[in-house]
Antibody, heavy 123, light 107 residues
Framework: DVQLVESGGGLVQPGRSLRLSCTTS????????VSWVRQAPGKGLEWVSF??????????EYAASVKGRFTISRDDSKSIAYLQMDSLKTEDTAMYYC??????????????WGKGTAVTVSS | DIQMTQSPSSLSASVGDTVIITCRAS??????LAWFQQKPGKAPKSLIY???SLQSGVPSKFSGSGSGTEFTLTITNLQPEDFATYYC?????????FGPGTIVDFK
């Protein structure tokens, strides 16, 4: 079974940092791209970040709202993706989901989602 | 950035109904459009990619169509487990954007 399990969420003060992990199993992690999507309480879905597989450069993309503050990375030896979140703001409060992405003809669509990890930024 | 809109924002339906949700992109995205279902307190679930291709395990009561800027998600024979919020999302280019969602609730 393909599984993605997020962890690392919690309560953090504004301006501090947090690192989320996405631990995967059931597939060859290194062959896939990974996304992070968040959902603020009572709101819709917001794409946050994306990282390609190393076979397709391993480069990353970011939403404007997090660029320069968040860093996505991957450890293919451990089948884990990370989201390093620095300079956190209250508006970063959300459930964060990790998603596997499928590449077709250079475009990526999402298939399997994790259950999410909650991040609360508050003093 | 490409903006995504959905209509209606909510709809009320009965068991057995057919519902149609529309998603529009602010510019052409070919068929790089996905649909997701989310139930309260749960993670989203992928339903459709490439505008009309069903994800593995998704029943054929769900269908998608469209290309360019206008897309639809059709759900036939609505069942209690189908009452949820549905989101579209383009993946034509970065940044990726989601529609605001359509709530399908019980009439």
């Amino acid at each position: 079974d393909v599984q993605l399990v997020e962890s690392g969420g919690g309560l953090v003060q504004p301006g501090r940092s947090l690192r989320l992990s996405c631990t995967t199993s059931g597939f060859t992690f290194g062959d896939y791209a990974v996304s992070w999507v968040r959902q603020a309480p009572g709101k819709g879905l917001e794409w946050v970040s994306f990282i390609r597989s190393k076979g397709y450069s391993g480069t990353a993309e970011y939403a404007a709202s997090v660029k320069g503050r968040f860093t996505i990375s991957r450890d293919d030896s451990k089948s884990i993706a990370y989201l390093q979140m620095d300079s956190l703001k209250t508006e970063d409060t959300a459930m964060y989901y990790c998603i596997r992405n499928i590449r077709v003809h250079g475009y990526y669509y999402k298939d399997v989602w994790g259950k999410g990890t909650a991040v609360t930024v508050s003093s | 950035d490409i903006q995504m809109t959905q209509s209606p924002s909510s709809l009320s339906a009965s068991v057995g109904d057919t519902v149609i949700i529309t998603c529009r992109a602010s510019q052409g995205i070919s068929n790089y459009l996905a649909w997701f279902q989310q139930k309260p307190g749960k993670a989203p679930k992928s339903l459709i990619y490439a505008a009309s291709s069903l994800q593995s395990g998704v029943p054929s009561k769900f269908s998608g169509s469209g290309s360019g800027t206008e897309f639809t998600l059709t759900i036939t024979n609505l069942q209690p487990e189908d009452f949820a919020t549905y989101y579209c999302q383009h993946y034509n280019s970065f940044p990726l954007t989601f529609g605001p969602g359509t709530i399908v609730d019980f009439k």
